[in-house]
Nanobody
Framework: QVQLVESGGGLVQAGGSLRVSCAASGSRFSIYYMGWHRQAPGKQRESVAIITPTGSTNYADSVKGRFTISRDNDKNTVYLQMHSLKPEDTAVYYC????????????WGQGTQVTVSS
């Protein structure tokens, strides 16, 4: 089992910035594809950003240009830096990990709430 623990969520004003973090257990963090997903009440969960073991990134169209995913393999941590936040970014943000480029996400964190006020 792999444990993922998110932190850094909170309340931020529209137009502001926030960084959420995900700390992973285990010794093989560097081989995982890591992702951030979010879910608002009554809405489906959506993929926000993905970072590969080599540092390549992909983003949902809704956040591209505003959010940046990064990883620090020495700290077993992945980050999501969010800028120009909008009320529609309000959601529970989840960290996830998978061992391959394609497939399901077998490991998930508990989520951290991000609320953007208008």
């Amino acid at each position: 089992q792999v444990q993922l623990v998110e932190s850094g969520g909170g309340l931020v004003q529209a137009g502001g910035s926030l960084r959420v973090s995900c700390a992973a257990s285990g010794s093989r963090f560097s081989i995982y594809y890591m992702g951030w997903h979010r879910q608002a009440p009554g809405k489906q969960r959506e993929s926000v950003a993905i970072i590969t073991p080599t540092g390549s990134t992909n983003y949902a169209d809704s956040v591209k240009g505003r959010f940046t995913i990064s990883r620090d393999n020495d700290k077993n941590t992945v980050y999501l830096q969010m800028h120009s936040l909008k009320p529609e970014d309000t959601a529970v943000y989840y960290c996830a990990a998978r061992p391959y480029a394609v497939g399901s996400w077998p490991y998930w964190g508990q989520g951290t709430q991000v609320t953007v006020s208008s």
